[in-house]
């Protein structure tokens, strides 16, 4: 029989058939169309674009987040925001830089004992395995403060920032070489290498230097390593973008510059501009680094020591045969190595062309000893001529390129045009442009600057917004394309504001190489990934005194805090720290005690400490900040800061509730009723495979563990009920009535996970 509600549906469906135009009638996509004015090209780019609900992405984003210092992830095709990632900034969301782990990290960073909160994020680069993006590991460099940061992709949490020792900017980072030996940045502009030491400007061409730093990378540890990291030193040249060589260009760098003409402005004294004065010349210079052989020299003893940091002098990497320079057309931007490793790509801001130049040539140049001059530091020049595979003309403002799956396709970004341009760079053939709203700065294919590109898609990093987005106020927010490159003709397919800081570049990998963590192991530091020291499990919380020391072993778990009461003294430095026993994915809970400045993310295992100093009596209550069950606003608790030498005085009963038997036989009426429902889900669970699902199984842990602390509570109201305690009484069925709604949600959530995920019946 059909029940009322279907036969409704039923009429509805009619209804839509015949287009009867009712009120209550659905929209038909005619409809839809009409009343938003989409065209087919629109629906086109919506349905290559939308993604159904529970449905992923195919590739994942990794954009930087400019000023904001921040990390920005995001789904393509969707455009779908996922996360960002606090690395040079604190972010508040994950506790970081509000917890003490993170504070380490964020210590990294400081610059000569200066605490700096802030970073200028430009280009994020992934871990590579033979030139291919390994899904491990994220750097990102920080241009106004020379540092560079990894961040772990198993968790996509930053675990490093280090400092760079010698410059006071950089732009040229972060970049990894072909297996990750080492992550790049070049220096952008020149200052005096101690760092510490004033020269003026009239000193500039004998003082003031650039470089070129190689940070090793221990892929076991998960770390750049300091001590066994160089740089190059580089003549006063503004150095810029650089990339790795791969394939037959394996072991070589390449970074260019601008401003080689070694202006140091001061129109203050009535000299021309800095910009007039920096593009004056037609060239500047491509830097070509055999770093594999740098890093030989190092280990050899010949690098000189500034600030402890090692550093290989012009003169040496001159005479070792290391360093060599090629001229580039005017203010060159972006350099970029093609996909087989035999083409270096420049692009000149102020130049109508790109330059492809051949590292075949280069090499055959150089091993033939064949130099058009020598630069005023001694370094010997390749000829342009002698360089060059082709140059092609593409538009005004050509920056950065990319590549396709498809050979020999590459797309560049033109700047001043605002388009980005499809070109051959074997032939040098232009093959399509496309308009993008608005000064494309950076953009992107998918893994398009390893040695496998993706093809499918492009994003277009625009600088300027401009109309394209309902009007926020002076300050708009940036604007990402994506743009469908599968066919001959680009499509535009969606534009995405990013209100976050200015990304400059971003890279996207396949999402199927991406396997991150659901859960740590219990205890873990994940700022470490070592056990932390102030690890509990269930039943071991306490808090210590020492002295004026207070040190807190806590565990979260739903919907509870322990301990629920931390007593101090004014004076008393507090240090708590707390363990997610919870292994459900997803059940992260916060920690914030009101006017301390302390806040925490502990995500299912993790362990994280806050400390502070409990500077001022008073009553601070404490609680979860992240909704994680029906009773996480009850997931409380009291920081009691008394003043030196507080004695209770007639201490007074807990408040009393004045329950009666009748509400302690509800109460139980309630539990036996909850118990039936944990009763069939548990049923229906058991009836399948949920043993083949790793999820299912950490829910069901912590459902059986929420089950497990029944009997204690149950005795204790059975206790009180015996001695008519009805207050006791109804107050501990209730607790066992909460440990039942946790499993009880725990349980459903495993049944609808099984059900969703295709669970096979067993018995
Ligand atoms: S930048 S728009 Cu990479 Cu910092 Cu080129
Ligand atoms: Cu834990 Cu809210």
Redesign the pocket.
């Known amino acids: 029989m059909m029940s009322r509600f279907a036969v409704k549906a039923a009429v509805l469906m009619l209804a839509a058939t015949f287009g009867t135009g009712t009120a209550w009638a659905a929209e038909s996509l005619q409809d839809v169309m009409k009343r938003r004015s989409l065209s087919q090209q629109d629906l086109l780019a919506a349905a290559k674009t939308y993604t159904p609900s529970g449905k992923r992405d195919e590739f994942v984003v990794f954009s930087s987040g400019g000023q904001s210092g921040q990390l920005i992830v995001y789904g393509i095709p969707s455009m779908r925001i996922l996360k960002y990632v606090g690395v040079f900034t604190p972010e508040p969301w994950q506790g970081y830089g509000y917890d003490e782990e993170s504070k380490d990290i964020l210590k990294g960073g400081w610059i000569d004992g200066k605490e700096i909160t802030w970073g200028d994020a430009h280009h994020p680069a992934i871990s590579e395995t033979n030139g291919q993006y390994d899904g491990q590991f994220l750097f990102i460099n920080d241009k106004a403060n020379p540092r560079v940061a990894v961040v772990d992709l198993r968790d996509f949490e930053t675990k490093q920032i280090v400092a760079n020792p010698i410059y006071k900017s950089e732009h040229g980072g972060a970049f990894v070489t072909a297996n990750t030996e080492y992550v790049f940045e070049a220096a952008q502009y020149p200052a005096p290498l101690e760092r510490k030491k004033f020269y003026p400007l009239e000193e500039f061409n004998e003082k003031y230097r650039g470089g070129m730093t190689y940070w090793k990378f221990d892929r076991k540890a998960g770390r750049l390593v300091p001590a066994q990291s160089f740089s190059v030193e580089l003549p006063p040249y503004s150095q810029d973008i650089s990339d790795a060589g791969k394939g037959p260009s394996d072991g070589w760098s390449f970074t260019n510059s601008f401003c080689s003409e070694r202006y140091v402005g001061g129109i203050e004294q009535g000299r021309p501009p800095f910009e007039a004065g920096c593009s004056a010349k037609d060239t500047d210079y491509l830097h070509v680094i055999n770093w594999r052989k740098a890093a030989e020299l190092v280990a050899q003893g010949k690098a000189q020591k500034i600030n402890g940091h090692n550093v290989l002098s012009i003169e040496t990497a001159v005479k070792e045969g290391i360093l060599f320079l090629v001229p580039e057309p005017k203010s060159p931007h972006g350099v970029d190595v093609t996909p087989d490793g035999k083409y270096i790509i420049v692009s000149g801001k102020l130049d109508t062309h790109v330059s492809v130049y051949s590292f075949e040539k280069i090499q055959a140049a150089i091993k033939a000893g064949k130099f058009e001059s020598k630069d005023p530091y001694g370094i010997p020049v390749v000829g342009m001529r002698d360089a060059l595979h082709n140059q092609v003309q593409l538009g005004l403002g050509p920056l950065h390129t990319q590549y396709d799956s498809k050979q020999c396709v590459a797309y560049t970004s033109l700047y001043v045009d605002s388009q980005v341009a499809k070109w051959n760079y074997c032939d040098g053939k232009v093959l399509d442009k496309i308009a993008v709203h608005y000064n494309i700065g950076h953009l992107m294919t998918m893994e398009g600057d390893s040695a496998g590109p993706k093809g499918r898609y492009l994003v277009a990093l625009n600088k300027l917004s401009i109309d394209r987005f309902n009007p926020v106020g002076p300050l708009h927010p940036q604007n990402h394309q994506l743009i469908d490159i599968s066919n001959d003709k680009m499509q535009l397919i969606y534009d995405m504001p990013l209100p976050l800081g200015e990304p400059h570049y971003a890279v996207a990998i396949e999402a199927s190489k991406l396997k991150p963590g659901v859960r740590y192991k219990v205890g873990t530091d994940s700022r470490t990934d070592k056990d932390h020291p102030g690890r509990a499990r269930a039943g071991e919380e306490r808090t210590e005194r020492k002295g004026n020391k207070v040190t807190v072993f806590g565990t ?1 778990i ?2 509870h805090i322990t301990p629920e009461i931390i007593e101090a003294e004014v004076g008393d430095e507090v240090t708590i720290n707390l363990t997610n026993l919870e292994r459900a994915e997803d059940e992260t ?2 920690f914030a005690i009101s006017a301390y400045n302390v806040h925490a993310s502990i995500e299912p295992g993790k362990t994280i400490s806050v400390k502070f100093k409990a500077d001022k009596e008073g009553v601070y209550p404490y609680y ?6 029906a009773l ?1 606003l009850e ?1 409380q608790g009291y920081l009691l800061v008394k003043p030196k030498g507080w004695k209770a005085v007639a201490k007074k009963d807990a408040v009393k509730s004045n329950y009666t038997e009748a509400d302690y036989r509800a109460t139980l009426k309630r539990i036996v009723d909850t118990q039936a429902v944990i009763d069939s889900v548990v049923a229906y669970i058991t009836s399948t495979n949920f043993k083949d699902f790793p999820d299912v199984v950490s829910m069901v842990e912590d459902a059986t563990d929420q089950l497990g602390k029944i009997p204690d509570a149950k005795a204790k109201h059975e206790a009180a009920a015996g001695k008519k305690d009805w207050d006791n009484a109804n107050l501990w069925a209730e607790q066992v009535y909460q440990y039942q709604v946790k499993a009880a949600d725990i349980g459903l959530r495993a049944k609808t996970y099984l059900d969703q995920h295709g669970a096979k019946k067993v018995k």
């Open positions: 979260l739903r919907s809970h916060g979860c900040t992240e909704f994680c069950s996480h997931m």
